[in-house]
């Protein structure tokens, strides 16, 4: 309550938002809140295990499990809205799929959704706002009086107030070992410097193609996503399908299923291209959480320009990589660029990466 007041009396639309986002009386049985899915002690992703590890995210009522795994919360404040850019592509939007336009959109999508918070309208959820004294003032006092005269309105309301505390510096503090390298505060080693070289060659890799955002490779504020949507040719998830039950055959068609990719088949299997900001930190990787080590999902590029049979292995199986699940539209020019790498540059590349860790979650790189 002292949250409350505190808020009330200063009309703080960020701070309303902070106590939204880990309240858990949002959820249907009132023990999920945004930040279960989002923590802040683990770089905004999901920490808690399930039957299939963290490869999807359990729903309030403690056994619904989603298809996808819960992408970090950190640094989606600079995904653009939904737009093609140049290159005919789809970028931007928020979620996997680009389903919403922005923060707003997307944190009035899971307390609604049956197998996430499990509310079953948006009057249940302001109903539930409603309840508690202080968000009824602090409401009032930063949307005005008449606020909670529209259970529409009132959800809007809410919505921004969480989208508002998401575009806070706590969510992209740019302070990792890379961004202080940029200000001489960091001598790289040598395997991470390699493994930048490597990064931003244009030569010897392709990753900094989709994983760039600035005009000048490796400035500041760079947020190591081009938001574009791609087929990689990503393997189901089996465990997870088998976990979840999903239907027999189900096929996940990523922005296909959207508003924006909807009755273009080109946008089957097709995913937005996540920041690398704490992506060591953020496993497991894909969108359905398929591999569980950075350096698997390193090794799963590169069997794309590499015909050693060693290099088609997936060392988490030890079989071979499995087949697209969608193998229409694979984005092969970007994906069979370069050389094949060798061992020692694939480590560096892991050993770069590590270095877009936010400083706070340094602890919890292996």
């Known amino acids: 309550m002292a ?10 639309i960020e701070t309303l938002g902070e106590a939204l986002f880990f309240d858990v009386n949002l959820s249907r049985d009132r023990t999920q809140s945004c930040a279960t899915c989002h923590s802040p002690d683990h770089a905004f992703i999901d920490p808690r295990d399930t039957a299939v590890g963290r490869a999807a995210s359990l729903g309030d009522d403690g056994t619904s499990l989603g298809d996808r795994n819960a992408p970090s919360a950190a640094y989606a404040q600079f995904s653009p809205r939904p737009h093609r850019n140049a290159k005919g592509r789809w970028v931007g939007g928020l979620f996997l799929d680009g389903r919403e336009p922005d923060l707003e959109g997307q944190a009035g999508g899971p307390p609604l959704n049956p197998i996430e918070m499990g509310m079953e309208s948006k009057g249940a ?5 409603r309840e508690n004294p202080g968000y009824v003032t602090a409401f009032e006092a930063v949307f005005g009086p008449a606020l909670f005269q529209s259970d529409e309105t009132a959800y809007a309301a809410m919505t921004k107030a969480i989208a508002a505390f998401e575009r806070t ?51 500041e504020g760079e947020t190591f996503s081009n938001y574009e949507f791609h087929n990689i040719g990503v393997p189901e998830n089996t465990a997870l399908r088998a976990a979840n039950g999903s239907a027999p055959g189900r096929v996940d ?31 497991p990787y894909m969108h359905n959480g ?4 950075l350096r698997t999902v390193i090794l799963f ?11 088609q292995i997936n060392p988490e199986t030890g079989a071979p990589f499995a087949p697209p699940e969608v193998p229409e539209n694979i984005s092969r020019e970007e994906l069979e660029f370069g050389p094949a790498l060798k061992d020692r540059e694939i480590d560096a ?18």
Do not use: W
Request: aromatic share 10%; charged share 25%; with cysteine.
């Open 349 to 366: 590349l892991v050993a770069f990466l590590k270095t877009l860790t936010d400083q706070r979650h340094e602890p919890l790189i292996k």
């Open 169 to 219: 510096p706590a969510f992209a503090p740019f302070d990792s070992k890379y961004d202080r390298f940029l200000r001489g505060q960091y001598n790289m080693t040598d395997e991470e410097e390699l493994g930048r070289v490597l990064f931003f060659s244009n030569q010897f890799t392709n990753c900094n193609t989709c994983h760039q955002l600035k005009d000048i490779a490796g400035g």
């Open 290 to 293: 398929v591999f569980n080590d």
């Open 301 to 311: 590029y590169n069997k794309y320009n590499s015909k050693a049979p060693r290099r």
């Open 3 to 12: 949250l409350m007041t505190a808020m009330s009396s200063a009309g703080d």
């Open 125 to 129: 959820v302001v109903k539930r706002l």
């Open 253 to 283: 068609l990523g922005l296909f299923d959207t508003v924006n990719g909807k009755a273009d088949a080109a946008q089957k299997g097709m995913f937005k291209t996540p920041t690398l900001r704490n992506v060591a930190v953020t496993g």
